[in-house]
């Protein structure tokens, strides 16, 4: 028997930032974001020898272990580990023997929720194999549980949901860590022309998201006037954007787009600098309307909007700097399990 698992990765239109304790807590959050057919894949396999397997795939990195209770936390494997300790303490069981593998379609640090997606998708083998319990917002609060509480990483919460539940959501952060998902019924000509706009580029660098986070916390818990406004602006963005599409305004979304990055940077030092501001500036002058980058900052994914057949053009330009345009689809569905 082997058990499978896979949860998409995400691009963050709108209000990314706002879902962070303690904005989220003191003012409410909302995020507008969407799943793409770029996946985090897991592979669990049952053993009886009292051992437990870590592989990370394409890589040589694997762990061996004694099967126990508890396992010590190490480089590299924090979140096989925080995910096999707390299934073990919260549902009370015995030590398990397994081999689980994890392979993901992107780079971590690149700006798609790639760590977040990883849990989801291991607690999904998880939850297939042992039959847990858990409904959607069960697995996406536990995966949150898992990163923030328990490993102590930085970071928000829309992550774990959009990879749990898939599609294109409006989602609302509120005080004592409620979270209510609304999936946005579209047209299906509305989602088409989104994608056929929206171009999705890899800077080829990575960052470190926790220290951006890190800045952006200290700046809400300073009451830093600058920095909470421009929040509440990135809040107000994700209201327009989730407007924009529902009633078919696309022709909005770049203006939209614009208006958050230019309030996404006043958030934390780090969030642009001199490569993305670069990239941002030379997608506008060969006629995207508006971008941003997709997640904290400071590297990874950026997307743009290219409306009129501008997309080649600008596409051709932004690759001269060094980064590579990225194909993909929208995807409706979360996280995916089965068994062979």
Request: proline share 3%.
């Amino acid at each position: 028997m082997i058990i499978r698992s896979k949860a998409p990765l995400r691009i963050g239109m709108a209000g990314g930032g706002t879902d962070v304790s303690p904005y989220s807590d003191l003012y409410g959050g909302a995020i507008l974001n969407a799943t793409i057919d770029l996946y985090a894949y897991a592979s669990l396999e049952p053993l009886e020898n009292g051992k437990i397997e870590f592989c990370i795939d394409g890589t040589e990195r694997c762990l061996n272990v004694k099967s126990e209770k508890e396992l010590e936390l190490r480089e590299g494997f924090e979140l096989f580990i925080g995910v096999y300790n707390r299934i073990i303490k919260q549902f009370n069981l015995e030590p398990l023997s397994f081999r689980l593998t994890s392979y993901i379609e992107a780079p971590q640090g690149s700006g798609l929720g790639t760590s977040s997606t990883i849990v989801v998708s291991l607690l999904g083998a998880f939850v297939e194999w042992l039959n847990l319990p858990l409904g959607k917002y069960d697995i996406a609060h536990l995966a949150y549980d898992i990163e923030r509480v328990d490993l102590k990483m930085a970071g928000g919460k829309q992550d774990q949901y959009a990879a749990t539940f898939g599609g294109i959501n409006y989602m609302e952060f509120l005080a004592n860590d409620k979270v209510i998902v609304n999936p946005l019924q579209l047209k299906p000509e509305v989602i088409y022309e989104l994608e056929f706009n929206l171009l999705l580029y890899f800077t080829e660098t990575q960052r470190l998201s926790a220290t951006i986070i890190n800045e952006q916390v200290k700046n809400v818990n300073d009451k830093n006037t600058k920095s909470i406004e421009a929040m509440h602006n990135l809040k107000e963005q994700a209201h327009q954007i989730k407007d924009a599409l529902l009633r078919g305004e696309l022709n909005k979304i770049g203006e939209i787009l614009h208006f958050g990055w230019q309030n996404k940077k006043q958030m934390a030092h780090s969030i642009s600098n001199n490569l993305i501001d670069s990239i941002y500036t030379m997608a506008l002058e060969n006629g995207a309307t508006g971008g941003k980058i997709s997640g904290a900052g400071g590297g990874g994914f950026m997307f743009f909007y290219c409306p009129a057949i501008t997309k080649i053009k600008v596409a051709r330009a932004i690759e001269k700097l060094g980064g590579r345009v990225q194909p993909f689809k929208f995807t409706q569905q979360g996280l995916v399990t089965w068994t062979i």
